[in-house]
């Protein structure tokens, strides 16, 4: 375990190496991803200033909820978005025997070989724009909240990385579709509005299928206060979920055959 945490500790110092080699490309790359991440609030505040609104929630607050849906996003691309391209890039080029003759497990060699420092600016922005939302809803959340929100938060991180590896290992068979994380993104818009507002049909599938509620709408009603203890046992799916996704990956990994897949 020690000698993992070194190694992952080096390839994110030398992430961030190549980043700074390249000053102005890994500015403007973490500003680019900062604003496409964060206009949907635009369309939020549009709603809100014709009239209509989510119910029972305040603009402050479905700003808040996005807002822990930024920086969700942000920590969990960090540390898995760049095993998607690079499985994917991998499988197109037949080099994914490289990643097999290293000396450790091909996943951890993925996700440590691949930190993405780009998407500290989407974290920043998330912590921001959650202050901001805080501050305007004039709530000081409990230290009892916060534990629930941590918790919550670190489960929906785990739903965002089984997300991410189940896209890189469905590409060991769906060979050079960049389309993948369209579709995936399509599923954790989910997590973006109130949970209230779709069908129970939805409900049940973001809350213990693809758990996406945990993502944003399950973290912000625990800040709020909303929140009730039986709610943490929904972490569990989440959990689940992520040892779903290494275990996909791991077994995709088996049916590798070369250039193609």
């Known amino acids: 375990m020690k000698k993992a945490i070194s190694i992952y500790l080096s390839?994110?110092?030398t992430a961030f190496s190549k980043a700074i080699s390249y000053r102005s490309s890994f500015i403007f790359g973490t500003i680019i991803t900062l604003l496409s991440n964060i206009l949907f609030p635009i369309v939020t505040m549009l709603i809100y200033s014709n009239g209509a609104s989510f119910f029972?929630?305040?603009?402050?607050?479905?700003?808040?909820?996005?807002?822990?849906?930024?920086?969700?996003?942000?920590?969990?691309?960090?540390?898995?978005?760049?095993?998607v391209w690079e499985t994917m890039n991998h499988i197109r080029e037949g080099s994914f025997e490289i990643v097999l003759l290293r000396p450790m497990p091909p996943l951890f060699y993925m996700i440590a070989s691949n930190f993405n420092p780009e998407s500290i600016g989407l974290c920043i922005g998330g912590v921001v724009m959650t202050s901001v939302s805080?501050?305007?809803?004039?709530v000081m959340p409990a230290a009892i909240h916060l534990v629930k929100f941590l918790a919550?938060?670190?489960?929906?991180?785990a739903v965002m990385g089984g997300l991410y590896l189940i896209m890189a290992a469905?590409?060991?068979?769906?060979?050079?579709?960049?389309?993948?994380?369209e579709i995936f993104d399509s599923v954790k818009t989910f997590g973006k509005y109130p949970l209230e507002i779709f069908p129970k049909q939805i409900r049940f599938l973001t809350k213990f299928i693809i758990p996406v509620a945990m993502i944003g709408f399950f973290p912000c009603t625990a800040l709020l206060g909303n929140s009730n203890n039986s709610e943490l046992l929904l972490c569990i799916p989440c959990l689940i979920f992520l040892i779903f996704?290494?275990?996909?990956y791991n077994k995709m990994i088996k049916l590798y055959e070369g250039v193609g897949g």
């Open 11 to 13: 390839c994110v110092k």
């Open 56 to 83: 029972k929630w305040s603009i402050w607050e479905v700003l808040l909820l996005q807002s822990i849906y930024t920086m969700s996003l942000g920590v969990s691309s960090l540390i898995f978005n760049g095993v």
């Open 134 to 138: 805080l501050a305007n809803i004039g």
């Open 152 to 157: 919550m938060f670190i489960s929906g991180i």
């Open 170 to 181: 469905i590409s060991f068979k769906w060979v050079g579709n960049s389309r993948i994380p």
């Open 245 to 248: 996704g290494i275990w996909i």
